[in-house]
């Protein structure tokens, strides 16, 4: 099954531009079918309503080297997304949202996050 219905695969080297458009359904589907491990990246959620051009994006999401995370008041990276998943070298999951109830259901379920605003402030 393809679970992707937009992608861009740059082949031959790790590229950050890799970009790939998948919906929550489908997402879910892929993962409740598989055994996933996300290494790095930024899963970038939208509402169903907005349309994207994953080709011609004005900003794009990124996870490794991105200092933006390291910082008080961290936020999703692009405008039009609602909530990131940050996979941060598959041993950290950062979650940002503009809804913080989506922050808090995270930790909920979660036990052992932080708040990433206050894992900022212990350096």
């Known amino acids: 099954m393809n679970y992707f219905g937009e992608y861009q695969v740059n ?4 590229d950050r531009n890799n970009k790939y ?8 589907n ?3 079918k598989n055994k996933i491990q996300f290494i790095w990246g930024v899963i970038s959620g939208f509402r ?4 994207i051009d994953i080709n ?10 991105n ?3 390291w910082k008080q008041g961290a936020t999703v990276q692009h405008p039009k997304a609602e909530v990131e998943i940050v996979c941060w070298d598959s041993g950290l999951t950062l979650m940002i949202s503009k809804d ?15 708040d990433l605003d206050e894992y900022n402030l212990e350096d």
Do not use: C, H, R
């Open 67 to 69: 200092p933006g995370f």
């Open 30 to 32: 892929l993962i409740g």
């Open 48 to 51: 169903k309503s907005e349309k």
């Open 11 to 14: 082949k031959g080297t790790w």
């Open 100 to 114: 913080q109830s989506l922050v808090k259901s995270y930790m909920d379920f979660f036990k052992d996050a932080k």
């Open 56 to 65: 011609n994006l004005s900003v794009v999401p990124f996870a490794d080297g």
């Open 21 to 28: 458009w998948i919906s929550g359904e489908q997402l879910t």
